[in-house]
């Protein structure tokens, strides 16, 4: 019982009092109140509900008020305000004097004082030992705490967390409120209150829907717990061989922790082990309420451990004749005849879960073999016994067919389209086999490439909707389809459907590699082509810094597609900055983010020479390419990195800061080899020179 108590506790996420959901983005924490009103006394039990703001509350303490509202019935012009005093947790020396006794007491002290204060725990506690003094978290301490409080209301009143108010009259009733003390200190919590008056009943309800499910040697029991949750915490569970004589089942009760994200639990469970199943056990449960009162026992509920049947039937032959008739036979062992009521006979067509039905039943328990009909193109079979128990055992399934090896026909006029939202739109004629179960969908994203089936199970419609991610790389999608019997013959794919996606995806930006002041004045730019398969046009466009006039104006267009592009602006004049940057655009009409603007000044001055002292190297034992450099100036504002592996096209591999001067490349394969350009991007806009390194790995 003590290790079914503390698993609860260790794999709990909900804490008690009402906390507030870890997800909230704001946390107010509030003084939980409540109250239990007798004929002469008033108990309180209240808790900050936030675990920081409980740990700090504790140590400033809390202050407790009585309002009394009402007399004889009649409300008071103005309420009657009592000061109960303040309440804080006990000094060291007075726990010490009932940790040993108490397991209770040991953990809310241990929760309470920390490190600063080791519990010295005999025989009795051990148990508990590993649990607590591992309890380093405030979160943890916090819902220990809290627990063994609930658990044990006079170590709630040693905690400074309960108080019994016994100066209460029966004509009177009453406002309680528990704030933070604030003459040492401030904190931000909510104040809790609580109306309550005397009564004289007393009575607690009995728990509810407490029910035993009896198995080989074990038994589950259950009640219900969300109608009661606010009554009880914690509830006791004891046992009797003789129906008459109870024990309880360890000194530790069951408490349910797994409320939490917003779920609730409607009950809670309890298993026990069962000595022998030709024995009658009985159970019974009551609940205890935070202020340590105890309900009434529940209904008693009694019963034996019923054998599991361990024997399993098997399926060891089947015979299927020319008139569709199939013999099955099946193995059982003689000895465990008695522990059986019948067998039945269990058809699927499919073999998948929860799709058998029992054709045959009530099978004598010596029979081996039966003969059925063949009720569809695939027969899948198992056997089943029944135990006296009422438990089931089935055998494991035989597929049985008819012979039948000739495949419906190849689907015709398959078509399709792709609107814009990226739905792939497919239809073909229908197929007229009687034995035909469906069609399956084969899709691919690149041309040559294996298609991969789509539907799990087939369709039985000549139509299909396929969504597809319109951002992808990729501009054109593939499809076939099959159609396919009920004894799992598949026809020849239908003809590979190419359809063209809508292009959402802007091309990718042309990058400015180098570029020449001429000796006459002429400005030389030179730049890598937007590598996306569909680009059409590339354009270059020109502001003159110091004008006026500060709009671009496109001075150069081509269509041709290459791999690097030149251009000589000619239309400059001497010792004048001029800005540049680059622009794609694809065949749907898409354009490239702008390249990075790259500003010029028409004279001699060569390309500045930032990054120097490149090398790189291949570190097998880290599986990566190390580059190293060093960095001239201050003015670098960040290095665009571009990658190319072998022959393919480069793209850009990443972003870093003006101060970095290596990198480290790990997603990298071997017998390749890497060339990687180094752009330097200057805060004052001048041009520094691309460098360019190659490392075989």
Avoid at 223 to 247: H, I, N, P
């Amino acid at each position: 019982m003590k290790k079914y108590l503390l698993f609860v506790i260790l794999f709990s996420c909900s804490l008690l009092w009402g906390q507030q959901n870890e997800k909230d983005k704001t946390i107010i924490p509030h003084i939980r109140l409540k109250a239990d009103a007798k004929k002469d006394r008033i108990s309180l039990r209240w808790a900050v509900d936030e675990p920081i703001s409980w740990q700090k509350a504790n140590k400033i303490g809390f202050s407790l008020k009585r309002f009394t509202l009402s007399r004889d019935g009649k409300v008071l012009p103005k309420a009657e305000e009592k000061d109960l005093g303040i309440f804080k947790p006990a000094s060291e020396n007075e726990w010490k004097k009932i940790v040993e006794k108490n397991d209770n007491a040991a953990i809310v002290a241990q929760s309470l004082f920390g490190d600063s204060f080791e519990v010295e725990m005999g025989e009795k506690q051990g148990k508990l030992e590993g649990v607590v003094n591992k309890s380093q978290e405030v979160e943890q301490r916090f819902a220990y705490a809290l627990m063994a409080a609930d658990l044990d209301f006079e170590v709630a009143k040693l905690a400074g967390w309960a108080y019994t108010d016994t100066n209460v009259k029966s004509n009177e009733r009453y406002l309680y409120t528990v704030s933070i003390n604030t003459s040492e200190g401030t904190l931000l919590v909510q104040k809790g209150d609580a109306l309550a008056a005397v009564s004289s009943n007393n009575e607690l309800p009995k728990p509810l829907d407490f029910i035993g499910i009896f198995k080989d040697k074990t038994v589950t029991l259950s009640w219900e717990y969300l109608q009661l949750r606010d009554t009880y915490t914690a509830y006791y569970v004891e046992k009797s061989q003789d129906g008459a004589s109870f024990k309880s089942l360890g000194d530790l009760p069951v408490m349910n922790m797994n409320d939490n994200d917003g779920r609730q639990v409607q009950g809670m469970t309890f298993v026990d082990s069962l000595a022998q199943n030709t024995s009658t056990f009985s159970y019974r449960i009551r609940g205890k309420t935070i202020f340590g009162d105890y309900g009434p026992y529940s209904d008693v509920v009694s019963g034996a451990g019923k054998k599991n049947l361990e024997a399993t039937p098997r399926i060891s032959d089947f015979i299927i004749d020319e008139n569709e008739e199939i013999k099955l036979e099946w193995e059982f062992p003689q000895e465990d005849e008695k522990n059986i009521a019948s067998f039945e006979l269990l058809h699927s067509e499919t073999d998948l879960q929860n799709t058998y039905k029992v054709i045959k039943n009530k099978i004598p328990v010596s029979s081996r073999s039966i003969i059925t009909k063949s009720l569809a193109p695939s027969n899948y079979y198992k056997v089943q016994a029944i135990g006296k128990a009422g438990d089931k055992r089935e055998s494991f399934s035989v597929l049985a067919q008819p012979n039948d090896t000739t495949p419906p026909e190849t689907p015709l006029q398959f078509e399709g389209k792709i609107d814009s939202l990226g739905v792939a739109h497919l239809k073909w004629k229908a197929n007229t086999e009687k034995d035909l179960e469906g069609y399956h969908i084969f899709r691919g994203i690149q041309k040559g490439d294996e298609l991969v089936r789509l539907t799990p199970q087939a369709i039985t419609k000549n139509h299909f909707e396929d969504k597809i991610v319109l951002e992808n790389l990729n501009s054109k999608v593939y499809y076939y389809v099959t159609a396919t019997d009920r004894r799992k013959n598949q026809s020849t794919p239908s003809v590979i459907l190419e359809l063209e996606k809508p292009d959402k995806v802007k091309p990718q930006t042309p990058v400015f590699t180098e570029y020449k002041l001429e000796d006459d004045g002429k400005i030389t730019i030179n730049w890598m082509r937007s590598h996306s398969d569909d680009v059409e046009v590339h354009q270059l466009f020109r502001k003159a810094k110091d004008d006026a006039d500060k709009s671009w104006k496109m001075i150069y267009e081509t269509k041709d597609i290459k791999p690097d592009y030149t251009y000589t602006d000619k239309e400059v004049e001497a010792d004048k900055s001029y800005t540049y940057y680059l622009l794609a655009i694809d065949k749907s009409k898409l354009m490239s983010d702008k390249s990075q603007e790259m500003t010029l000044r028409s004279n001699k001055i060569e390309a500045l020479s930032i990054l120097t002292n490149l090398s790189g190297s291949a570190n097998r034992s880290k599986k990566q390419i190390e580059l190293n450099w060093k960095i001239n100036g201050k003015d670098t504002g960040e290095i665009l990195v571009y990658r190319q592996r072998g022959s393919e096209k480069p793209s850009l591999w990443g972003t870093l800061t003006g101060a970095q001067n290596f990198l480290e490349d790990q997603s990298i394969q071997v017998g390749n080899s890497y060339t990687y350009l180094l752009k330097p991007m200057l805060k004052n806009n001048q041009v520094a020179k691309t460098e360019k390194i190659t490392v075989e790995y």
